[in-house]
Nanobody, 126 residues
């Protein structure tokens, strides 16, 4: 069992930055692949970024709409994942969730993740 708690959301002007954190407790965090997803009002949950589990090379993946602006990372000593968001746009406004996946590699499909946090709200004003 893994518990995930997101933090770091807030209100920011367009062009600004935020760093989201995902604190994990429970089983060994490093053995889980991790993803960030977001959901805006009236829209489906969508993939933002993911990072493979630790051990060997670590790979990251991004949705096209955040490439070059967002960076996903993890600190296994702190049992925490991060999403650094730069050059934020009003269309980035959403509830951001982190998720953990116990088997296999990362994926863009939310149904394949086993554990989810409650989310942290990001609002970008124009």
């Amino acid at each position: 069992q893994v518990q995930l708690v997101e933090s770091g959301g807030g209100l920011v002007q367009a062009g600004g930055s935020l760093r989201l954190s995902c604190a994990a407790s429970g089983r060994t965090f490093s053995s889980y692949a991790m993803g960030w997803f977001r959901q805006a009002p009236g829209k489906e949950r969508e993939f933002v970024a993911s990072i493979t589990r630790s051990g060997g090379n670590t790979y990251t993946y991004y949705a096209n709409f955040v490439k070059g602006r967002f960076t996903i990372s993890r600190d296994n000593v702190k049992n925490t994942g991060y999403l650094q968001m730069n050059s934020l746009k009003p269309e980035d406004t959403a509830l951001y969730h982190c998720a953990a996946k116990s088997l296999g590699s990362t994926t863009t499909f939310p149904d394949e993740y086993d554990y989810w946090g409650q989310g942290t709200q990001v609002t970008v004003s124009s």
